[in-house]
């Protein structure tokens, strides 16, 4: 265990090898940890779980340094098996301990073990008197699931926030004043991007509800990265930023896949105009890009560019996969367009524009499209698409 404020340790699992996340949907280059909490208090009180592949180690290490039987209390903040997983175990040794979650957060743990444990349901507002501090719960329904809340512990200034500004990040420091800034904000975006981008106008509403409460924070606890210790502000005015609808960097993100190299061609030009009028560009081959950092550069790009040949009538698959990505992301107040080469029916591009056009993004030219190889004068049309599109950028 390590003390992470007087009498609250932090009593998780570091995963240095975890490559992939949700299944295979997220990658994870810097592995992951799953933060559990004790707080020894008048009352013992232990705040979520590890994933279960770890409930094991997760809960012979919990008996060695605390006693399992003096636990008072257990706070299941979200009952994902990345948080909850390790709950099945730990209630067999200790059954009649009480849970403290949401409502919905009853319903999914009886679903996941078929058990009717003690439960104590809250809401936001409720408290949990454990001596020298108090937990005051605030229900974080659908940020990012429908039994998602976090702790505020008064006397300690601290909130466990759950999956709520974390990152997928592992290392041998605890706090975000010990680890490198640019990578701890790489994987915090690339988090935020990939999990709770659907989720932008109630992560807006939450942060002004908490704001409204007035707290007193100097310390946030997340349940996957590094604690926040140092101006903790800071995290939650970047969520702020990110859940804007118009939020971008200011380039224009050119993706492409490509057979026989028209359809990069017809990138690379594009972002010759992008590059004349002096609009920033970034040019991704779609097919050799993790799928999880693609999706950042979506997010943070201003202007979405896709390109595709055109396969049995269709686009190749990395770009299928991506335009449902756009979608279930709910990716939008992008500039968009989409353009490809073909060989004789000539598809790809004509969907990409319809799908993004679909998905909520604002078409800002006409598909283009190029059989087989590009002449000059086609050259020139990509260029001039790429100066359109930039023109425009700079007028919004």
């Known amino acids: 265990m390590i003390e992470i404020k007087k009498n609250i340790y932090w009593c998780g699992i570091r995963d ?9 949907e997220l ?17 013992t009180v232990l705040i979520d779980t590890v ?22 209390a257990i706070v299941i903040n979200h ?14 040794k200790i059954p009649n301990t009480p849970i403290y979650c949401t409502k919905n957060g009853s319903e999914i743990i009886k679903k996941y073990f078929e058990k009717d444990w003690n439960f104590n349901i809250v809401k936001t507002g409720d408290t ?55 990578e701890l904000y790489q994987e915090a975006i690339k988090y935020y991007a990939n999990i709770l981008t659907p989720f932008r106008p109630l992560i807006k509403k939450k942060i002004e509800q908490i704001s409204s409460l007035n707290l007193d924070i100097d310390m946030i606890a997340p349940s996957h990265g590094v604690i926040w210790r140092d101006n903790p502000a800071q995290i939650i005015k970047k969520y702020d930023e990110w859940a804007d609808p118009n939020y971008n960097e200011g380039y224009a993100a050119i993706i492409y896949d490509t057979m026989y190299h028209t359809t990069r061609a017809m990138a690379e030009a594009i972002g010759r105009g992008f590059e004349e009028e002096g609009v920033s560009y970034r040019i991704i081959n779609a097919a050799t890009r ?21 396969v049995n009538n269709t686009v190749t698959r990395p770009i299928a996969a991506l335009l449902e990505e756009i979608k279930s992301l709910k990716i939008k107040n992008k500039l968009a367009a989409g353009f490809g080469a073909y060989g004789w029916s000539g598809e790809a591009h004509k969907k990409i524009s319809k799908d993004l056009g679909d998905a909520g993004l604002t ?15 086609e050259v020139e049309q990509c260029v001039e698409m790429g100066r359109n599109i930039a023109r425009q950028l700079k007028a919004k």
């Open 16 to 24: 240095w090898g975890l490559s992939v996340f949700h299944g295979h």
């Open 27 to 43: 990658s994870t280059h810097r592995g992951s940890s799953y933060n559990s909490y004790i707080i020894r208090d008048k009352k």
């Open 51 to 72: 994933w279960d592949p770890y409930k094991e180690q997760f809960v012979e290490d919990l008996d060695k340094s605390v006693g399992l039987s003096n636990i008072d």
């Open 79 to 92: 009952v994902e098996p990345d948080h909850g997983g390790s709950l099945g175990l730990l209630m067999s």
């Open 128 to 182: 949990l008197d454990l001596g020298e501090y108090k937990l005051k719960f605030v229900d974080m329904q659908m940020i990012h699931w429908p039994d998602s809340m976090l702790e505020y512990v008064e006397g300690a200034k601290l909130v466990i926030s759950n999956d709520a500004f974390g990152q997928h990040y592992c290392g041998t420091d605890m706090f975000n004043d010990q680890v490198d800034t640019c």
């Open 290 to 310: 993790d799928k999880s950092d693609l999706n950042v550069e979506i997010f943070k790009a201003n202007a979405v560019l896709i390109g595709s040949c055109t």
């Open 363 to 377: 078409i800002c030219a006409e598909p283009l499209g190029f059989r087989y190889k590009m002449s000059g004068p």
